[in-house]
Structures are given as C-alpha cells and as structure tokens.
C-alpha cells in the first residue's frame, strides 16, 4: 500500500472514530438532560392506581403524615399554622414530649401534671400534600408474599412525606431537606432548580440532606 493510501485509511479510520465519539457525546447528553423525577400520591387511591394494596398504601399514608407531624415545627393556634400553609392544609395532632423534654419540663419547675397537660395539648402541623413509595409494587407484593406480618406494618418500606405552603401551593418539599419540587403536569416531581442539559447530581433528599439552591 502507498503511502497515500495509508493515509486515506488513516484518516477514514479517524473519522469513523470521531463520529463514534460525537454520536457517544449526543447520547450521553440526552440522559444527563434527563432530571431525576419522583412519583407522588396525593392519596390512597393514586397509590392503589399504581398497583400497591389498599392497606399498604393507607399504612404508608399515615406513616408519612405521622412523620411530617415529628419532624415539622407545630402551633397551638389553627390560624397561625394556616397563615404559613395556607387555608385547609393544616391538620390536628396530639403534641408528644420525648422524654428528654418532659423532663427538661420538670426541670423548670413546672408540675408533673402541667407537663402531662403540655405532652398532651392539641396542636397544629402542615397537612401531608403527598408522599412517595421507593419500592416497586412488584417488590412489595414479594416481599409480603415471603413474610409474615404479626401486627400488618410493612417494615422495609419508607412513605417520603412531602408539604407545600401557603406562599408556593405548587412547590413539593420533602421533610429534612430544603430541594424543592415541580409537577410535571403529572404526578411526576422533578427538582425545581433543575437546569436542562445540567449534569449536576440532584439529591433526593432525605434526613439531613441539604441543597445548595437558594430558598427554603
């Protein structure tokens, strides 16, 4: 072969490597441009559409809102809880002192039984807006079909509890994290600061997880 020759092979050569390379660049790309997205219950029957079992879900409803009520600040006063998540979003709980503040209570000369009263005074948290399941329904049905339940909880599976309030009502957040969440049109979330065509990794949040977006 001439040395013309070789160099016409080399250069197809390169050329098929150089569209390889860019048809590999568009891809990758395509899936980075793709933002992470969450599926979100708005109720047990958005759950059960989605193939869960009807205890399931309403086990998992409860435990989000439960957790919600935890870990989220709460008011003596409808009116103040509804001032910051807006009118009908705020629901009735019993507040619960851990032991550490019944007796930080005790500590401050207050009387046992004005601790009790406090451990037990009606109180005000954010209604639960929706929540999300990170198991399939397949791998729910498999893991209930190969064990049994003494008291019907679903150990292994997390409901995420997700809130909005009264100045962003279109905004999910979720408990311990301050990434905010779009609808997109479904019930699908995406992350509110995402960006197309970003390849930052987006958090899913979770307990202690904080984002570096601007807002809370």
Known sequence: MSTKEERKGSGLLTLVIMSGAVFFGLRSCDQESEAPKITLFKDTNDCVQAGYNLSFCAQK?????????????????????????????CIQSKR???????????????????????????????????????????????????????????????????YSTRYEPNVYREVGSSEKWL????????????HHNSTRTTSRGGFGNKSKSKGG
Do not use: W
Not at 66 to 86: K, P
Not at 123 to 142: C, H, N, T, W
């Open 96 to 162: 619960k002192l851990s032991r550490s503040q019944y007796d930080q209570c005790l500590a401050e000369n207050a009387t046992p039984e004005y601790c009790d009263r406090l451990s037990e005074q009606d109180v005000y948290g954010p209604k639960l807006a929706g929540f999300s399941i990170d198991e399939s329904p397949e791998a729910v049905q498999r893991y209930s079909s190969t064990h049994t339940h003494s008291s019907g909880s679903y150990y292994f599976s997390r409901a995420r509890p997700f």
């Open 183 to 194: 609808s997109d049109g479904s019930n699908k979330l995406k992350p509110a600061n995402y």
């Open 61 to 89: 409803q409860e435990e989000a809102q439960q957790e919600l009520i935890r870990n989220m600040a709460t008011y003596s006063q409808l009116d103040v809880c509804e001032n910051l998540y807006g009118i009908g979003n």
